[in-house]
């Protein structure tokens, strides 16, 4: 009987886990989980902020007992401190304290990410006790909402306008807070173009946030009137203070035990893997926020997603137990909600893609999500990316308000990618139209139309 | 120069001029409309009588000034009458009810379909000054609406419960009126599976329609009661009475001009045309309703759809001025929105694929829209079609509420199908999530999954 160890409470661990009991009920499945919420949903976390989703024991995917009811054993609250590859047992120290060695046929690796500091001075002493935060783990979750309820700050600064951010950034102003959110990039979600990521800063300043953008952090302190955010703005010092300051930066793998193992590192000083999520160590698996992600277009990257790491985790189970998955790669799609717009993206931007090799050329159109004669119609703003060689389809992005299905309709992008369509191809498509609900030519069709138009008058 | 004469002004018609005079504005494009509303979106239609868009005028894509606009040349209450093949020749009769003949170069025939009787006795004498209505141009539409606003009806009967007549239950009964659907078939939309249009007929009953489905409309005859319509339900005889009927059982294709002219039939006896649009007789070309449909799964159909008649119109276009543009073929694509449902399908249905030669195996699930933690989450019902032997994907159906994203989600699985994907694979495309939109496996993905476990547990 194989014994599998996985690591991690989160999406790769859980996945492998759920994977191999799945396929082999016979397979002994050991969880060990830092902390004693396994299988939380950490994107749902802003949405808790919100006052949307309560309790936060709601944020479970699947609860311990429902875990546990597939044959998996869960070892809480225990933390992973080495692994002995060739004799096969993990080192690790469980809630007393004590260090204790688990013997595994196979092993498992997804411990994830940690928050990224981005060189922030400040950020090495002071904590959630001081009002500075992050946010990525449960325990981070319950310290910044104690932090809301018994200080009860009346502003916040927010470092960072990504897809975290800018959710934050929402979920703070539907509690009443006072926002500012400070960004290294341009624009804020610099995921996007920043034509596409305009939109989104309008909707945030449209609901009171003041939006730095061009602004590179450096320090964070206690002073008497807060806390002080330091740093520089288009070459001049820029400074705010508030009650209460969020950094979400990015994240950076967590490839500690895994590197003392002997792997290598690669792509974002990730762990390298193979497509069957091999790490090279014998009999050590690894997937997740931890590991490089294999992508259709780019080859090899690091771009930490929860999809991602469900489907590598998946891959990861169903090999240790002797199965041949393979995991098809990343096509990179994302899709963030921010108040009332909806911004996504799926493949390679025109820097991206010229920078991967790719002759790119991206064009903008707008599109109504359904027939203008319907009540409630929205345009939906494209750019759409491909190779004017080959006419292939490297990538589109999209903002729309809520409810014009845009995160669907990445989704036809994506499938596109995927399979390697050419943009002519997108044309093709047989995609479904009703009068409330699209056009007898999709949305995504005229945008891709508007693309082959300007290849064919570049040919000219 | 060539001239370029287009028969129809509706999708294929219209598709195939705008395509000529984009690609090469030095075509003489005529196009022959047989009454004075070119280019209008027969679909919209019962959205006029919901209310929900007015005025009338608005349900034009474009308007007569928009298309003139382009460079084409819009004869209106124009109807062809026959075709001088060899002489190179089209003759209509012209507003005055004159005979003239035109010369062209090219010939694009979209002539459409007419609705189908269905043979119900009465539809021979009965029409709309009785209270006897079809609804598939203008004309009818401005018919039905005279008759509703100077009769005032409290009672309809429709006879059909397809895509338009359950769009038509849904208006008269926003209008007021006692609705009373007769259906062939032993459900509701029948182009769905029974389990699914068991959904859509448990909608429009909540709302008050009267269904009896296994009925076979015979006769309709006026009485002093008003209309009768009789038929038979399940081997008995069966009456109802209304103030007014809407015939609405499919339409047949319109292939009068063509067939004297030498064309073949086949398929739904429509024209066959390969996938140049080409009709066999030198330089005439058919597009939309009237022709057969090429199919990706089952080679050659008969499949009058809006959203193809406008890819075939634009094929017939770009080759009829020197082109050699390919229809890529159907995938019978479908949405429908029933008051606050919405009913999707692409692809083929188990017995369709067995008919086909596929080893058809079908499967339901089940999967929330988005994560159910967030608010307002709903659950799509799925019906997946696979083929066992390869897995590939041969189909689904998805039926979910109002802004669950279905029409969009369907596109996923048409995507794919166009591509000629497994199922499996579907598993691995990288499609969009967030927790308000979607799940870290999309509802798509989960469905694909359980037609994956279902197959793998018959293989054990």
Redesign the interface.
Known sequence: MTHLIAIGGS?AGISAALRARELDPATEVTVVVADEYPNF?I??IP?YFTG??QPWQ??A?RTAADLEATGMRLRLNTYATGIDVSGHRLEVRNPDGQIEELAYDELMVGTGALPSHAGIAGLDRLGPEDGVHVIHSMGDTFALDRDLTDRQPQSAIIVGAGYVGLEMAEAFTVRGLRVTQLQRGSEVLSTLDPELGALVRDEIEAHGVEVVTDTTVTGIEKTPAGLTVTGTHRGEPIQRTADLVLVVVGVRPNTELLEQAGATLGAGRAVVVDEWMRTGLPHVWAAGDGIITHHRLLGVTYLPL???S??QG?VAGENAIGGDARF??????????VFDL?A?R?GLRDHEAEGAGYAAMTTAAAADDH?R???GAHPIQFRITGDTRDGRLLGAQLVGRR?T?V??????Y??????G?TIE?I????????????S???A?QVAAQAWSATRASLLV
Chains 1, 2 share one sequence.
């Open positions: 999406d949903s994107c749902g949405y949307e989703v709601s944020l995917h929860g999809t991602t469900h489907k998946r098809a790669g990343s096509v990179g799609t994302q899709v963030v909600k909806v996504a799926t027939k004669y319907y009540p409810g299905e995160s669907k309709r990445v989704d036809t994506a499938t596109a990618l995927y399979a369509l191809q044309s093709d498509l047989d995609l479904s139209y009703t009068p409330p609900l699209g007898p030519w999709d995504v």
